[in-house]
């Protein structure tokens, strides 16, 4: 079973301990599967602005079968949850950050919360506990260029992993085109031209390339679905807050879990529902085949 993201952006929730008998019922499922993984994230929209939110992370954590339960965050509220998250069971963090700019983080977020964000980052550093933190960094050229020596040198003095994700037509304002893509190559390039890179090993099924400096100063990753796909390994599946069973980031169908779920479904039927879901699976995003279609939602109405 993959690695299940579950959204916490919509306004009519799928209740926690709906959230946590799905998740159990996948685990089950995922035991007998050949790939079965137990790796759980909470991501968004912004999870922390659920007030809730170490509530659902405690009941995850405790829920059979999982054993790494990570979050993604936009990093804004992350200096007060920090704490309550780990108390809870959180044990790995992903946190969203395209520039280290003040003046050019507020003109991609539209606020100056900069300084949040790094506060957050420093609090989430007091916890043994949450490690890995990683900094992701969408790249789109023309804009990151500009920002990678500075990130880079962040994942030298600190105990960051940083990941350059390409940009994917995820937008909600569907601008994107691939002359927008800094690829993950193009990067390590202008990386490269200071400091070395040497490449680690990694799974099978991750989505990211790992580097380390050379001189033994930190980790990169290179996340690059566009210029390197990596279907063909991927196990990943996403449940949406509004109970909707999603097979890839670019799904054009939803297997819906919300209806059986509120309507008194046995956990066999939840099962069957999750098998079928997984069994169609698709084997490729074709991002870069002709008459590629968007996926019925953005990433922000997804959950990345």
Known sequence: MGVWLLFA????????QATGEVLEIGIGTGRNLSHY??????????PLVRRDLPTLVGMLAATPGV????????????????APLVEAGLRRLNVS???????????????????????????????????????????????????????????????????????MPLDADQAWRGDDVLT?????ALIEERWPLEELPAKASSTARRFRFADGAGEIGFVNPVSEPFCSTCDRIRLTADGQLRTCLFSRREWDLKTPLRDGSSDE????????AVAHKELKHKINDPGFVRASRSMSQIGG
Request: one cysteine or more; aromatic letters at 6%.
């Open 9 to 16: 952006g919509a306004r009519e929730w799928v209740c926690a």
């Open 37 to 46: 993984r137990d790796e759980v994230r909470l991501t968004g929209g912004e």
């Open 67 to 82: 054993r790494d339960l990570s979050l993604t965050t936009n990093g804004v509220l992350l200096d007060r949850f920090a």
């Open 97 to 167: 950050l395209d520039s280290l700019s003040h003046v050019r983080f507020a003109e991609i977020t539209r606020r100056d919360a900069l300084d949040r964000v790094l506060a957050g980052l420093a609090e989430a550093e007091r916890h043994p506990e949450l490690r890995p933190i990683k900094v992701n960094c969408v790249a789109i050229k023309g804009f990151t260029e500009e920002e990678v020596p500075a990130l880079a040198e962040l994942a030298r003095r600190k105990p960051y992993v940083v990941r350059f994700i390409e940009f």
């Open 184 to 188: 993950g190559g193009e990067i390590r």
């Open 269 to 276: 039927r939840l099962e069957e529902l999750i098998r079928f």
